[in-house]
């Protein structure tokens, strides 16, 4: 799946293969600047214009919001999957 974030903040998941979207996620405030997944697939990272970054647990229904500098306008997770970076 391929997650496309939006300027209403709404992050859809389409099919890689046909474009279609299959979920979403609730919306995460502003416009949505930049998505991450983690490398295990757990995590998705997205930031938007509200100073916040949100790390939604795909496995389950939660999520973190963290503060972040208005000027990030990206995330990235190490490899492990145990940090996130944004900037």
Known sequence: AVAVGAENGLVR???ARTGEFRRALPRAGGTVWAVDASADGRWLAVVTDD???RAY???GTDHLELP???SAR???FSPDGSKLATG
């Open 57 to 59: 647990n795909l496995r």
């Open 51 to 53: 100073a916040q970054v």
């Open 68 to 70: 972040h500098p208005p």
């Open 13 to 15: 998941f389409a099919d």
């Open 74 to 76: 990206s995330a990235a």
